[in-house]
C-alpha cells in the first residue's frame, strides 16, 4: 500500500511554544490530506481537511488560529500547533488519499507541559 | 457523525476466526464500508473495503449482507498480533476529498 511519512513520532514542549508537525506522502501525489487527533482510549476525530494550494477546510470547533495548516506541495502538509498547551497534548494523526483508499501516517505524541 | 454501530470489544482465541459485526443501516448506494485497525500508538491500517459483494484480500474477507445493512469482517486465523481496535466506516468511493470519519470500534483481544 501507499506510505505516507509523519515526523516527528513524539515531541515534548513548553506552554506557549509552537510545534509543527509534517506528513508526506512518499509513493503517491496527495492533493488531499485529513489532520486528526486522538485523546487516550478515544476513537480519532477529525480537524480538518487540507487541500493542495487552498485554505485548509476546518472542522466544527476546531480553532483554525491554534492550528495552521499549510499544504505547499502534493507531497507534503504540515499542522502547526500555536501557543500550544497542556489541554492541546494528544495523538495527532494525518493521512493523504488516493480516490480509492485513505492511508495513515504513524501518529505524533504531543506533550505540552 | 459516524453512521456505523460496532460492540465496543470482542475476544478470540488464537487461530481461531474472528468475525466482526458492523451496523450501518443509513449506509447510501453510493457509499462503500471500509475496515480499518488501530493497534495502540500507531496510525490506522487500512484491511479492506467493498460495496456489495464479498471481498477478500490476504488480511481479511468482508461479508456484505445483500440490503447493505450490516457487515462482517472476518479475520481466519487470528493472532496475538490481531490484537486491535478494528473500525468500520462508510465512505463515498472516489473523490479525494471524502472524508473518512471514525466511530467508536470494536476492541478485539486475541487471547493466547
Known amino acids: 500500500g501507499a506510505v505516507v511519512s509523519q515526523h516527528p513520532s513524539r515531541v515534548i514542549c513548553k506552554s506557549g511554544t509552537s510545534v509543527k508537525i509534517e506528513c508526506r506522502s512518499l509513493?503517491?501525489?496527495?492533493?488531499?490530506m485529513f489532520w486528526y487527533r486522538q485523546f487516550p482510549k478515544q476513537s480519532l476525530m477529525l480537524m480538518a481537511t487540507?487541500?493542495?494550494?487552498?485554505?485548509?477546510?476546518?472542522e466544527q470547533g476546531v480553532e483554525k488560529d491554534k492550528f495552521l495548516i499549510n499544504h505547499a506541495s502534493l507531497t507534503l502538509s504540515t499542522l502547526t500547533v500555536t501557543s500550544a498547551h497542556p489541554e492541546d497534548s494528544s495523538f495527532y494523526i494525518c493521512?493523504?488519499?488516493?480516490?480509492?483508499?485513505?492511508?495513515f501516517g504513524s501518529g505524533t505524541q504531543l506533550s505540552v507541559l | 457523525d459516524a453512521k456505523t454501530t460496532q460492540p465496543p470489544s470482542m475476544d478470540c482465541a488464537e487461530g481461531r476466526a474472528a468475525n466482526l459485526p458492523c451496523n450501518h443501516s443509513?449506509?447510501?448506494?453510493?457509499?462503500?464500508v471500509y475496515w480499518y485497525r488501530q493497534i495502540h500508538s500507531q496510525g490506522p491500517q487500512y484491511i479492506i473495503h467493498?460495496?456489495?459483494n464479498n471481498e477478500t484480500n490476504e488480511m481479511a474477507s468482508l461479508i456484505i449482507t445483500e440490503d447493505r445493512k450490516s457487515s462482517t469482517l472476518i479475520l481466519p486465523h487470528a493472532t496475538l498480533r490481531d490484537t486491535a481496535v478494528y473500525y468500520c466506516?462508510?465512505?463515498?468511493?472516489?473523490?479525494?476529498?471524502?472524508?473518512?470519519?471514525f466511530g467508536t470500534g470494536t476492541l478485539l483481544a486475541v487471547q493466547p
Open positions: 509513493d503517491f501525489q496527495a492533493t488531499t
Open positions: 466506516i462508510v465512505r463515498r468511493y472516489g473523490g479525494a476529498t471524502n472524508k473518512l470519519i
Open positions: 487540507s487541500n493542495e494550494g487552498s485554505k485548509a477546510t476546518y
Open positions: 443509513t449506509i447510501s448506494g453510493n457509499e462503500y
Open positions: 467493498g460495496l456489495k
Open positions: 493521512s493523504g488519499t488516493t480516490n480509492e483508499k485513505l492511508f
